[in-house]
Each structure stands twice: as C-alpha cells, then as structure tokens.
C-alpha cells in the first residue's frame, strides 16, 4: 500500500511517501516546500516531481494520504478525512488558527488531485481519548463545557511513538503492540507492573505527557496548544484573569490580547532576543539576562510537568526527551535532569553530552530511572494508523 503523508503547516507543505506492508515500511521519497502561497500549486507540482522521478508510474498508485490534523469540535482518532472532518476542523478553526485551515484546504485539495484515494486524518488530540475526566475538565459552569472547552492535548503522534519505541526499548513489548493498536482496540489491557513514562516533546512547540502502560494519562496542553510549556512564540500556561486585566490597563483589544499572546511571547517574548532556543542560549552565554531566563523559565515548567504526571502515575521507570530541543539540547536535558538522585534518577554527564539527535540511553549505570532519547517520528505513527485504518475497511 502506497500512503503520502502531507504534513500542511500555515506557509509550507512537506510529504512523505511510505510503502506499507504488513511486515513493515519503507520511505520511498520525502520532499517539501516553504512560504507556499498556493496548497493546490505545490500539491500538484509534488505528485508531479514524484512520477517524473520515477518513484510512481501514476499519481493514481497512491492509496491513501494521511493528514496529521490537530483538532477537531466533536471529532478526534484516526478517521476517514471526508466533509464531516473537514467542517469539525473548521468549527475549531479559531482555537487552531494556524493549523485548522490549512488542513481543511489541504484535504479538499487532496480529494480534488487524488480522487481514487483513501484520506485519512489522524487527530493530535487522539492520544488523549483515554485520560481520566477530572483531570481533562476545566471547572467551569456547564455551558462552558458544552461548548467543548476542556482539556485535549497536542503532539499525539509524537507521543504515541515514544510511548512504544520506550516500551519496546524497557522490553516491554507486550505494552508497545497494546499501544501500536490503540486507536483500533482502545486502551491496551493494563496487567502486570504498571510502565511509567514521561514523554517530553520540546521544540518549536513542546508539551509533557504522562504514559501509563502505553496510554496517556495527562498532558501539559489544554483547550489549545496554547498552554503548558512556554512554546516558541505562544505562552503556555497563564492564569484566565491576566487577560482581561491586561486589556484593561495596556488598552489591548481582543485580537491585539490574542496576537500577542500566540505570536509575541513564549521563549521570545521572555528573551526578547529570538524564539529560538540557539540563538536565545548564545545571548544567554554573552550576558543576557532575558536569555537566561527564558530558558530557566522553559526548564522550570518542563520539571514541573514531569513531577506532576511521576506522582500522578506513582512512580517513573523512564523519562524520554524528543524532538528539537529534547534531541539536541544536552544542557537542558542535564537541568531538568538535576538533583534527582533521591529519586532514584541519575544522568551520566559523559552519555549526555555526546547525545545529538540519536536513540540513546542517558542515565547512570545505577540510575533506577531510565533516561531516553528518542528521536521524533510523527510521520512513522499516522502512516502506520493509516495503514491500519486503511486495512480494517478492506
Ligand atoms: P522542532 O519543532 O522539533 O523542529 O524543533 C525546533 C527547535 O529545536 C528549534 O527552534 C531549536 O530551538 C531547537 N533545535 C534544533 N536544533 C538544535 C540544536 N542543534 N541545538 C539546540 N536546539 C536545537
């Protein structure tokens, strides 16, 4: 089965082509493009670059293609990418701005270039189907909640590949199939010692998880992927009467409160300096105090997360740092790691500093805890949940 997974942010489109076999996968051709004014454009011009190269006879060998949607009113799991996904998508346009639309436009466009194939979305949200209510409610009057404001999560197929790459990794295979099958089966049978894992996903955009036995149990976002962590230009978690205080006393608008807020904080806001975590730890080395506080504040909050889901879970068997910051960021990964020895859990400083972007195993040889890195594979998840969703109609 030949699956294009098309990742559409709000200015580029990348893809990946997978042929899927029940044994396995291979990639068969990656690509991109960037300041895309024009999805139909790029769309035809990428299934156009693929059967000049050779990689497809015809655009019409490919099966399917998987979208990583975020988050939809009323609609979350791995689901048939049709009208009703669509306007679900659109009804949260305005809680996912910069990612709801292009994704509505992107799988109109896909079913007008592909007719004969299968669409696919797989929800961000998804991973979170099974958290426990009380802690994915906000306490809110009902009518509130009947309007779907609640806690979600986001990167769920970040998390879900951590989630069974760590499980395969502590010889826990029985969890990763339980979880590689979670959206078709639902929760896998919990038996046995519980597996207690924090995924942290630091990157332009970051958020903590709590796994227990392959399913999350909590996540550090909320309503939108606009809370949690300081993010990259949003943020995080900020207490609701800040707003409307702040509108009052700097004479913000509403859209100026909300531009602000998703485009002019996070890590840049707080440095002032970029919102990216080499340029803000080069000024941080020069003397910045911002700087510096801006990854302190980033550390901090990661800490915080971490301790909230070990003590939720009772325990932790691992940690596991991914994507951007978590692959590469050793010094990072050293502090949030810092002054845990009571608690059983021990970086080996030499293990760490030589990790970059790799698998690998960052704990002491006596460290209870186990300390991961796992490098980001969102594409690999939605187009293996593809696969299966794919199968099961067939
Ligand atoms: P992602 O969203 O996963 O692509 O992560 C992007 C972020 O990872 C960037 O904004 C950087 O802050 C961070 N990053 C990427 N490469 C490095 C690196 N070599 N060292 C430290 N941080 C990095």
Redesign the pocket.
Known sequence: MLVLIANLGSTSFKYRLYRMESTGQEVLAKGGYERVTDYAAVIEDALATLTKDGVIASADEIDAVGFKTVLGKDLSGCVLADDACVKALEDFAAVAPAHNPPYANGIRQFAQSLPNAKLVALFETAFYQWVPEARSTYALPQSWRDAGIRRYGFHGASHKFVAERSAELLGRDEVAAGTAALYQQGPAAITGKPLRVVSC?????SSVTGILNGVAIGTSMGFSPQSGLPQ?NRVGDLDSGAIPYAMKTLGLTLEEAERQLTKDSGLLGLSGVS????DI?EASQAGNANATLAIDHLIDSIRHWVGAFAWQMGGLDALVFT???G???RELRAAVCAGLEEFGLVLDEQRNAAC??VEAELQADHSRVKVFVIP?NEELVLAREVYRKISSLS
Do not use: F, Q, V
Request: charged share 20%.
């Open positions: 996903h630091l990157g332009g955009s990259n919102n990216d975590i080499r730890n994507a951007g910051i692959e590469n960021g970059r972007a980001a």
